[in-house]
């Protein structure tokens, strides 16, 4: 049995911990981790319309620190035992099903995300069995065009509906007042890019109402995770995307 559908079996772990810090996550963690740890990152790799050039695309945004750092806050804030590098995975990969949450983002940019239909098919498998995907740091309509047009493929008889702020999963660890307009370290005064400074969670349900897609839209955790330890980043913006980043992850883990 692999890790995707064993994990039921870990889960008393998860409802415990200090859900209290609000201070940077500076600390030493390594504790913590675990080389077969109950819980790895797991950053989704794809393919953009245009080419992503030296830099490798968009889907690299922020990697490794983001991811590295979230694992660290995932450690200190909650009993969860981490794995302390993170694992690059496309959707087309049958790995994906050994792990219950992946995380994508930028996917509006550079003409949107490019999906082949063997992506499509087992990411959507992968949905309907219980998996739970985070898209995050998209910005405008125009980059939400350009991601909706593919991603449209994916479960096109059903309604990509918008969060309340009083739904569910802004509740299963941290208490949250719903989404939050994270910025990126460019706008760090509290403007998002374009100017934008209201933030929306939109999701995929499936048959049973649970988030199958959470799409984090006019918000950048990622740069929250990734500038943890920059001092001219706003302590309340990195932790609020800690807050958000491990009410997202409780949720996958518990529905």
Do not use: C, K
């Amino acid at each position: 049995m692999n890790r995707f559908f064993a994990f039921t079996s870990v889960l008393l772990a998860l409802i415990a911990g200090n859900a209290a810090g609000q201070a940077r996550f500076g600390i030493d963690n390594s504790d913590l981790y675990d080389i077969a740890g109950e819980f790895a990152f797991v950053r989704v790799q794809y393919d953009s319309y245009y080419d992503g050039g030296w830099y490798g695309g968009p889907w690299l945004t922020d990697f490794p620190a983001s991811d590295e750092n979230f694992l660290r806050g995932v450690a200190r804030l909650t009993n969860v035992r981490v794995m302390s590098e993170p694992i690059v995975l496309r959707f087309d990969d049958e790995e994906i099903f050994d792990y219950p949450f992946l995380y994508a983002l930028e996917m509006g940019r550079n003409g949107g995300l490019s999906l082949s239909p063997q992506e499509v098919e087992n990411l959507r498998e992968y949905l309907l069995r219980g998996g739970f995907l985070l898209i995050d740091d998209f910005w405008g309509e125009r980059q939400w065009d350009a991601f909706y047009r593919d991603f449209s493929l994916l479960f096109p008889d059903r309604e990509l509906v918008e969060l309340p702020p009083n739904h569910e999963i802004f509740r299963t660890f941290f208490d949250i007042d719903g989404p939050q307009m994270i910025p990126g370290r460019g706008g760090r005064q509290g403007i998002g890019q374009a100017g934008i400074d209201i933030a929306s969670n939109h999701a995929v349900l499936d048959d049973h109402g649970r988030v199958m897609v959470l799409i984090n839209w006019n918000s950048d955790m990622g740069d929250g995770w990734e500038h943890t330890y920059d001092q001219w980043y706003p302590t309340r913006y990195a932790n609020a995307a800690y807050q958000l980043g491990i009410n997202y992850l409780i949720y996958s883990l518990t529905h």
